[in-house]
């Protein structure tokens, strides 16, 4: 007999490339418009300038990088086959050390973090 599957809230802690564009709208009174094609411009930026093989340090913020995977034997385990992946590059963000100090000392994230794990242990006590 199948259990129905349980349905999550949406994650409320979550920020939209939309709800950056009002903030920043916000903070400094430039129009709308005018921030959202600045923030698409600087996407464009990190995408195209990521895809030429370079890398972009942002001081105080972090870096985008390119990180080299190297080739691999995955298994098609319902085919019981193997495939070969070739090295390949994705993309990869890593903060820098004042952002990440700022996200560890935040006392607003420990609540987030205390909270979650609450509501993971009453989905087990359920279970």
């Known amino acids: 007999m ?3 599957k349980k ?5 409320t802690n979550t920020v939209t490339k939309a709800d950056i564009i009002n903030e920043i709208a916000e903070k400094t009174g430039v129009d709308k ?3 959202t ?3 698409e411009a600087f996407f464009s ?8 093989g370079n ?20 298994r098609n385990i319902s085919r ?7 090295e390949h590059y994705v993309p990869a963000f890593k903060p ?3 952002f990440v100090s700022k996200i560890k000392n935040s006392e607003k994230v420990k609540l987030l973090a205390d909270s979650a794990e609450k509501v993971r242990e009453e989905e087990e006590d359920v279970d």
Do not use: E, H
């Open 7 to 11: 349905f999550r809230l949406k994650n």
């Open 55 to 74: 890398n972009i340090y942002i001081r105080g913020f972090g870096s985008f990088i390119n990180k080299k995977r190297k080739k691999k034997i995955a």
């Open 37 to 39: 094609a600045s923030v």
């Open 80 to 86: 019981n086959t193997a495939l070969v992946i070739d």
């Open 33 to 35: 418009a005018d921030v």
């Open 96 to 98: 820098a050390k004042i």
């Open 2 to 4: 199948c259990q129905p």
């Open 45 to 52: 930026v990190v995408k195209n300038s990521m895809s030429n």
